[in-house]
C-alpha cells in the first residue's frame, strides 16, 4: 500500500500512521499467516453448577500472541476476520483445538461430562461447510456431540433467522447443544425463540453487572431465568464478578454461571491437570 505525500513521493503504508482501512489489511495479512504459524491461543473460562458450585464446564475464548504486539483479545481481531471471511480458518481452528482439549482433560481424569462451549459467528452459521465441520471434527478427536456447546449471539441468529434456524436444525440433528450468547441485547423476537431448538439461554452480562444495584436489570434478569425455564432451557449468567451476584443469581433459580469472581479465562494448563507422560 502506498500512500502520497506532500512532496510527491510515495512511501509504504506504517501501521500506526493514520489509515485505518490500510491498518486494516496488515492485520488481515498478520493474522492470515498468524493462524498457519500457529500464533493463536485458546483461554477456557470455566462455568459453573450454581445450586452446587461445581464445574460445569468450560467456553473456550480465542486469543492471538502477536508477534510484536503482545496477546490479542477478541475485540482486537474478530470483528476483521468476521468482515473478510478469515474467521472460517479461525474459527475451524479454535474448534479443533477446543475439542482436543476436552478429549485430553478427559484422559487426565478430568470432572466427568464436562461440557466444552465454542462461540460460532453469524457468517459462519451461514458457511454450508458449517455442520460437516463440527462433523469431522467431533470424529476425528473422538468426543461425544453431547459434550458440545456451540453459543451464537441472538445478534447474529437474528441477522437472517430464517437461514439460522436451518442450520440450527442441522447442528441439533448432531447432537450439539445449542445456547443463544449474549441474551437480551439482540432483539429476538418471541416467535424465533420458540422455534430455534437451543438449549441454553446466556444472559447478557450488561445485566448481571447491574442485578445487585439496579431494579430494571434484576427484573430483567428475573425474566430472562424464568423465560429459560417455561421453555425447558437452561438459564446461565455471564459476566458474574462478585458474591453477591452469584447469590442473587441462586436466589433466582439460575442454573449456571460464568464470570470473573470465579475465574478469569485461563490457558488450559492452568484449569485442570494436563495428563501425565506415560514414562518410556
Ligand atoms: P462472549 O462469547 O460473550 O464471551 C464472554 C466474554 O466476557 C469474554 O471476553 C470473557 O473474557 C468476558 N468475561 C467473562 N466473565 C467476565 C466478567 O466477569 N467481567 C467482564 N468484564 N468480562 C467477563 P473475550 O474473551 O474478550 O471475548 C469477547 C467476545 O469475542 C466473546 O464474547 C465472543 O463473542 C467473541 N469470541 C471469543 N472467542 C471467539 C471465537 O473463538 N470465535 C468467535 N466467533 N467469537 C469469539
Ligand atoms: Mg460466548
Ligand atoms: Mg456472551
Ligand atoms: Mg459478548
Known amino acids: ?15 500506526g500512521d493514520s489509515d485505518p482501512g490500510a491498518d486494516r489489511l496488515l492485520l488481515l495479512e498478520q493474522l492470515r499467516s498468524g493462524i498457519r504459524e500457529g500464533e493463536l491461543r485458546v483461554h477456557y473460562q470455566p462455568r459453573q453448577h450454581l445450586p452446587t458450585g461445581q464445574l460445569s464446564g468450560v467456553e473456550a475464548l480465542v486469543r492471538w500472541q502477536h508477534p510484536t504486539r503482545g ?3 477478541p ?47 453469524a457468517r459462519q452459521l451461514a458457511d454450508p461447510d458449517l455442520v460437516p465441520l463440527v462433523a469431522r471434527t467431533l470424529a476425528r478427536a473422538g468426543l461425544p456431540a453431547s459434550r458440545l456447546v456451540l453459543e451464537i449471539t441472538e445478534t447474529a441468529l437474528m441477522t437472517d433467522p430464517d437461514a439460522a434456524l436451518a442450520s440450527l436444525q ?42 445487585t444495584t439496579d431494579a430494571g436489570d434484576h427484573a430483567i434478569v428475573a425474566s430472562c431465568v424464568h423465560l429459560a425455564h417455561a421453555m425447558g432451557l437452561v438459564a446461565v449468567a455471564e459476566g458474574v464478578e462478585t458474591a453477591a451476584e ?10 449456571q454461571a460464568q464470570g470473573y469472581f470465579f475465574s478469569r479465562p485461563v490457558p488450559a494448563s492452568a484449569l485442570l491437570p ?5 514414562p518410556g
Open 71 to 73: 496477546l490479542l483479545q
Open 170 to 211: 442441522a447442528l441439533k440433528a448432531l447432537g450439539v447443544l445449542l445456547a443463544v450468547d449474549d441474551f437480551g441485547t439482540g432483539f429476538s423476537s418471541f416467535t424465533y425463540l420458540k422455534r430455534f431448538p437451543v438449549d441454553e439461554l446466556k444472559i447478557d452480562r450488561s445485566f448481571v453487572t447491574g442485578m
Open 246 to 255: 452469584r447469590d442473587a443469581l441462586r436466589a433466582l433459580g439460575a442454573d
Open 75 to 121: 475485540a482486537a481481531f474478530i470483528d476483521a476476520a468476521e468482515q473478510s471471511g478469515i474467521i472460517r480458518e479461525l474459527g475451524a481452528w479454535v474448534l479443533t483445538e477446543a475439542v482436543e482439549q476436552a478429549v485430553r482433560w478427559d484422559a487426565a481424569g478430568g470432572p466427568a461430562g464436562l461440557q466444552t462451549a465454542v462461540n460460532l459467528s
Open 274 to 278: 494436563e495428563p501425565a507422560d506415560v
Open 1 to 15: 500500500r502506498a500512500k502520497a505525500q506532500g512532496s510527491g513521493h510515495w512511501t509504504a503504508h506504517r501501521p
